[in-house]
């Protein structure tokens, strides 16, 4: 994989948006791969397409784009929030690409979030654009990378070392068990599943216990958030994310 663009490519442009758009673009046509089946290359949409920038010809996965100058940051800017929202609760929404480049133009780091670690509670609204902007009222979003478990960040590329193929698909099957499940179970799974990221590799139910009012703030509906986590434990546990040890014991996988 060659981490450096093609700057040729930007002789014809003037505005930074474009030259990056064009030359990050080209790079992920010549260097990526689909993370599911690990096809190669990936086939660009046309011009103007709303959804993604990119798809896999062989298994249909859509991607979209996002790339940025200097490190990777926890926040990520993103369009309109109310269009997200709606992409999210789509069945056709695309995952996600985030690149970051250096000021000589190499790719720093390249990495995918998938489709289905994204839910409403990742995507925060922006205050409306004042009464004096051109688009005023429109509301945008930021995406907030830091409620994706880590196991959801699948890198290509990291700290500009290229991640080997295998490991890439590998990771990125073993969470597809989650697009089977209704946004609502999905919501309380990857909330559990961030809660262990904060704990050690092996822990206790007791310790997860101790997030139960934390989670009972983002699920108030909910009465039996105890419950409710020891289901999710189970599922994480059946899915290979956590194996059991011993009564009230775990083990992260991964």
């Not at 940025?68 to 800017?77: E, F, H, I, R």
């Not at 490991?167 to 099957?173: K, R």
Request: charged content about 25%; hydrophobic content about 35%; aromatic content about 12%.
């Amino acid at each position: 994989m060659n981490l450096y663009f093609d700057q040729r490519l930007a002789k014809n442009y003037h505005s930074k948006s474009q030259i990056i758009r064009v030359l990050s673009e080209t790079w992920v046509t010549e260097n990526g791969y689909c993370p599911n089946c690990s096809e190669q290359p990936l086939t660009e949409f046309a011009n103007g397409q709303p959804v993604a920038d990119f798809y896999c010809a062989h298994c249909n996965e859509q991607y979209e784009l996002k790339s940025k100058k200097a490190k990777l940051s926890n926040v990520v800017n993103d369009g309109a929030y109310k269009t997200m929202i709606e992409r999210i609760n789509s069945k056709d929404n695309p995952s996600f690409f985030f690149l970051t480049y250096s000021k000589e133009y190499t790719v720093n780091n390249f990495l995918i979030i998938p489709k289905h670690f994204f839910t409403p509670d990742i995507i925060v609204k922006r205050k409306p654009l004042s009464v004096t902007a051109k688009r005023a009222g429109w509301v945008g979003c930021n995406i907030d990378l830091r409620q994706v478990p880590e196991s959801g960040k699948v890198f290509l590329v990291k700290d500009q070392q290229v991640i080997p193929r295998e490991n890439v698909t590998q990771q990125f099957q073993k969470t597809l068990f989650l697009r089977k499940q209704s946004m609502a179970s999905r919501g309380w799974t990857l909330d559990v599943w961030q809660c262990i990221d904060r704990l050690d590799v092996s822990f206790s139910l007791n310790q997860v216990y101790a997030f139960a009012d934390e989670l009972q703030l983002k699920h108030p509906e909910n009465n039996h958030v105890k419950d409710k986590i020891r289901q999710q434990l189970q599922i994480l546990r059946d899915k290979g994310i956590i194996e059991f040890v011993s009564r009230g014991h775990y083990r992260k996988l991964y």
